[in-house]
């Protein structure tokens, strides 16, 4: 398995663009979670699903931030506008019920 | 909800010598507790972890303990390595919702010094 697969890698945008972040879980897992790491806050859980389904969304930020899972192996994680205080790391993570959570490669997004 | 204290926030140790990081958990009903391992610029990474029904678990320089009395859990590095300089980071499963979610701490920064 090739892990859980996060694009792009690297986003530079300008303020007020809209920013659309993708994640493929791990085959099987049925949990999918979202993360924004920044030095003064740390690593933020967003949202999480289950099964496809929104969990909890009480970490999205505000109304700017918005996710969708459309199906069991795909994700995103849209925000609009964007602002420079957007700028982190955002990552996707999934696992399977009761078991280790495994990371993407993380999305460095920066908002000009 | 269940919350997380992790200490110390930073952690500077000579090569060779033992690094102790420690968690508290509030929520009683945790019963799952991973470390994770966060080198510079990459992702977090699962080091060791530990259920409820145990009080320690090694592997090779690394154990994790933990005492369900006190809500606390703790991860010890030994014959600590300047590869083992990283952010480590505890968790504790929140108990309430699917069963699926961590809580995670803030991250300690262990420098090991040559």
């Known amino acids: 398995d090739a892990g859980v697969i996060q694009s792009p890698r690297h986003e530079v945008t300008e303020m007020g663009q809209e920013v659309t972040l993708r994640c493929k879980p791990i085959s099987g897992h049925d949990y999918l979670f979202w993360y924004r790491q920044t030095m003064m806050r740390g690593l933020e859980l967003l949202i999480y699903?289950?099964?496809?389904?929104?969990?909890?969304d009480s970490g999205m930020p505000e109304d700017r931030f918005s996710a969708k899972m459309p199906n069991a192996s795909f994700s995103t994680l849209k925000i609009q506008p964007s602002e420079p205080r957007d700028s982190a790391v955002y990552f996707c993570?999934?696992?399977?019920?009761?078991?280790?959570?495994?990371f993407g490669p993380g999305t460095r997004l920066t908002v000009l | 909800g269940e919350n997380v204290e992790q200490h110390p926030s930073t952690l500077s140790v000579q090569e060779g010598d033992s690094a102790v990081i420690k968690c508290t958990y509030s929520d009683s009903a945790s019963n799952y507790f991973p470390w994770y391992k966060q080198e510079l610029g990459k992702r977090p990474q699962l080091i060791i972890d530990i259920r409820s029904n145990v009080g320690e678990k090694k592997d090779q320089r690394i154990a994790v303990t933990l005492n369900k009395t006190a809500k606390h859990f703790s991860l010890h590095i030994t014959e600590t390595q300047p590869e083992d300089s990283a952010v480590y980071f505890c968790?504790?499963?929140?108990?309430?919702?699917?069963?699926?979610?961590?809580?995670f701490g803030k991250g300690t920064k262990l420098s090991v010094k040559p």
């Open positions: 968790a504790a499963r929140d108990p309430g919702g699917s069963q699926g979610n961590l809580i």
């Open positions: 699903f289950n099964n496809n389904v929104p969990i909890d």
């Open positions: 993570a999934s696992s399977s019920t009761y078991n280790e959570q495994f």
